[in-house]
Nanobody, 121 residues
Framework: QEQVVESGGGLVQAGGSLSLSCAAS????????MGWYRQAPGKERELVAE???????MYTESVKGRFTISRGNAKNTADLQMNNLKPEDTAVYYC???????????????WGQGTQVTVSS
């Protein structure tokens, strides 16, 4: 059974920092992109940041300059360093791993269970 496990959420005051970690395991195909998404109450899930196997990164506008995504050497882990947190960053954060099957000519997407990040004002 494929697994994507997040850790590191919690409660922090505005202006503080948190670091999230994600590890994917037992995924048959080669993971090419890992990303962090978030979903606030009453809102749709949105992409926060993602990183490809070659190291290309992308961030949503609201977190640029504050969040940094990085990937481990094994390419199946991804961390999200969040600095200068704001109350509007409060959400459940989900890790996503996308893997490619050349045989099936398609991508497969795997999700973690999510970790709560709460930023108090």
């Amino acid at each position: 059974q494929e697994q994507v496990v997040e850790s590191g959420g919690g409660l922090v005051q505005a202006g503080g920092s948190l670091s999230l970690s994600c590890a994917a395991s037992r995924i048959l195909f080669s993971i090419h992109t890992m990303g962090w998404y978030r979903q606030a109450p009453g809102k749709e899930r949105e992409l926060v940041a993602e990183i490809t196997a070659s190291g290309y990164t992308m961030y949503t506008e609201s977190v640029k300059g504050r969040f940094t995504i990085s990937r481990g050497n094994a390419k199946n882990t991804a961390d999200l360093q969040m600095n200068n947190l704001k109350p509007e960053d409060t959400a459940v954060y989900y890790c996503n791993a996308r893997a490619r099957s050349d045989f099936h000519r398609r991508d497969y997407s795997y999700w973690g269970q999510g970790t709560q990040v709460t930023v108090s004002s």
